[in-house]
């Protein structure tokens, strides 16, 4: 009778190989383009790319960027997460909305807000932000709601009972959360990490108007000037096997973590912390994210518009409309390419 259902099985799964085919075959074009144009390269020229020193320093600056980015993400993301699932601070929910704002805007625009208000004759009279340390900045900031909405899920899913059991074995609070707490968020850690790092390596709209190099910099440099796109075929290569090597990573690290739990089925909520004292400076660190991220760019765009002829402002409407009808195809069809991928899985 089992044996019967085998084929019957895995004819209702027909239908999700299709498209799980093509979404796979397009991801694989552009690889299979950059095979293609790398092999161009002969054999002395190919060992003249692999030993440019300008390799190093891509390499090298693209590390630093990406633990740069990992670490300030940590420090915004993580108290944010605490501080909107585990504390009595008032409109929690409010502020999880108001803190993911920043996804919306992009990486390079916020670069260029950054860059056009700040400097003498700026908005802010800051020192106009340049090289690495701008890029950290911008990319921090439109990155760690990434890692906030991974740890908030992982807040909200813990289970208080090891919590309670490590304070009742005579464990302080900190204590415990350092030593049962963190252990159980390591999965939504490296989850919202790979997220992060993602981004950070594909990103070169913001790295360019920093003019910090790294690989995804010089790669569009190569391509938009057609100077060497042989050694950009290999430099997108390099990153390729980078992000690979991230992918594996993470993949090594989630399948060795052990999380354990006391209670069966759906965790108990936690009793919410009450911050006493502490309570103003809570809500500090919750709006200064919000006020860095998305007020300030937001103010500044509307302080640089003022220096726009009013007839190109009109332009506006049409650019929103247009953004609109991209982004609800594109949505839609990414779900429908993600969903037979993920069922499969």
């Not at 992918?247 to 399948?255: M, P, S, Y």
């Not at 500044?300 to 506006?316: I, N, Q, T, W």
């Amino acid at each position: 009778m089992v044996q019967s259902l085998r084929p019957h099985r895995w004819l209702s799964l027909v239908p999700f190989f299709l498209p799980a085919i093509l979404t796979g075959g397009g991801v694989a074009l552009p690889l299979v383009y950059l095979v293609l144009r790398a092999a161009e390269a002969q054999a002395r020229e190919l060992w003249t790319i692999l030993l440019r020193p300008k390799n190093l320093e891509l390499l090298i600056n693209t590390l630093e960027l990406l633990v740069g980015v990992l670490l300030t993400t940590t420090l915004i993301a993580l108290p944010l997460a605490f501080l909107t699932t585990r504390t009595n601070l008032w409109g929690k929910r409010a502020f999880t909305v108001l803190l993911t704002l920043p996804l919306a805007i992009p990486g390079y625009v916020g670069a260029y807000v950054w860059l056009a208000s700040t400097g003498t004759d700026g908005l802010l009279p800051l020192p106009r932000p340049q090289g690495y340390w701008g890029a950290l900045l911008v990319l921090s900031l439109s990155t760690y709601p990434y890692l906030f909405l991974s740890l908030r899920a992982a807040f909200l899913g813990l289970d208080p009972s090891l919590e309670e059991a490590a304070r009742t074995l005579g464990q302080k609070p900190l204590n415990a959360f350092w030593k049962v707490v963190l252990p159980q968020l390591a999965p939504a850690l490296l989850s919202g990490y790979l997220i992060v790092a993602l981004h950070v390596l594909g990103d070169f709209g913001t790295v360019s108007l920093f003019r910090y190099d790294t690989f995804s910099y010089a790669i569009y440099l190569q391509y938009y000037a057609a100077f060497d796109r042989v050694y950009a075929a290999w430099l997108a290569l390099g990153l390729t096997l980078f992000t690979g090597g991230l992918l594996l990573g993470e993949h090594f690290l989630l399948h060795r973590l052990w999380v354990a739990r006391v209670s069966k089925g759906s965790p108990p909520q936690s009793r919410p912390i009450s911050l006493g004292p502490l309570t103003p400076l809570g809500y500090v660190l919750v709006l200064l994210p919000v006020l860095i991220g998305v007020v300030f760019p937001f103010l500044a765009l509307l302080h640089l518009a003022r220096r726009f002829p009013s007839e190109k402002l009109l332009g506006v409407w049409e650019a929103f409309l247009h953004s609109a009808l991209a982004a609800g195809p594109a949505a839609f069809l990414a779900v429908g390419m993600a969903l037979p991928l993920a069922y499969l899985a």
